[in-house]
C-alpha cells in the first residue's frame, strides 16, 4: 500500500461505510479497519497518509492504538473521532502529537479539510526524509579524511588554517574539498552547511 490514503479505523460498520464514501466522493484514497488490532497487525514501516481514528472502541481504544503507533516510530498525522465527553482525553492526545480531533456529530466538509490538510502534512514529512536519506548516502561516500576536511570547512576555517591543523599541504586540501564538494553535490561551504544541517537537525521520533 504504497499510495497515500486516509486509513479509517473504527468498530462501526455503518460509519466506515459512510466515511469511505465520503472521502470517495472527494477523491480521497482511503482504507478501512474494523479495529485497532487489525490496522497495527497490517501496517507496514513505508506507508503514506493519515489515520482517521475512534477514540472509543471493541478492544484496544484509539488512545492506546495512537500510543503503540508512536511507540514504534511511526509518524503518520493521526485525527481523532471524539465524542462530547472524549473531548479531554483528545485534547491529551495533541499535546502528544495527534495531528487533530473532530467531535461527533462532524460536519463531513470539516472532516475532509482536515484530512487534506493531514495528508499534504505527511507529503512534506516524506519529501523531508527522502532529502535526508539522500544527504546521508552522500555522506557516507566520504573517506575518513575528507570528514575531517568537511567538519573544518563547516567550522569556517581557511584552507591554510585546515592545512595546518592536519598537517597536510594546501595542494591536499584544496582536493579534498573539491571531492567533499562533488561528492555531496554542493558548490559552496553555505550549500554544504544547508545539507548537513538537514541531517544533524533532524528531531527524534
Not at 482525553?89 to 463531513?108: S, T
Request: charged residues 25%; contains cysteine; aromatic residues 6%.
Amino acid at each position: 500500500m504504497t499510495q497515500p490514503c486516509a486509513h479509517i479505523i473504527d468498530d462501526d460498520e455503518a460509519i466506515r461505510d459512510a466515511l469511505q464514501w465520503l472521502f470517495k466522493t472527494r477523491d480521497v484514497a482511503c482504507a478501512t479497519w474494523p479495529s485497532a488490532e487489525s490496522f497495527l497487525e497490517a501496517l507496514q514501516p513505508g506507508w503514506r497518509g493519515c489515520v482517521v481514528l475512534d477514540i472509543r472502541m471493541e478492544g484496544m481504544s484509539g488512545l492506546e492504538c495512537f500510543d503503540v503507533l508512536r511507540q514504534r516510530g511511526n509518524q503518520l498525522p493521526v485525527i481523532f473521532i471524539t465524542g462530547h465527553g472524549d473531548v479531554p482525553m483528545a485534547v491529551a492526545a495533541l499535546k502528544k502529537g495527534a495531528f487533530d480531533f473532530i467531535e461527533k456529530p462532524f460536519n463531513d466538509s470539516d472532516l475532509v479539510d482536515i484530512v487534506m490538510r493531514a495528508l499534504e502534512i505527511d507529503a512534506n514529512n516524506h519529501r523531508a526524509e527522502t532529502t535526508r536519506e539522500t544527504v546521508e548516502a552522500r555522506l557516507a561516500t566520504l573517506t575518513a579524511r575528507e570528514q575531517e576536511v568537511m567538519e573544518l570547512i563547516l567550522a569556517g576555517k581557511f584552507n591554510k588554517v585546515i592545512a595546518d591543523e592536519l598537517c597536510i599541504s594546501m595542494r591536499t586540501v584544496e582536493a579534498h574539498r573539491s571531492k567533499v564538494f562533488e561528492k555531496m553535490e554542493v558548490r559552496s561551504a553555505v550549500e554544504l552547511a544547508q545539507l548537513v544541517n538537514l541531517v544533524r537537525n533532524r528531531a527524534p521520533h
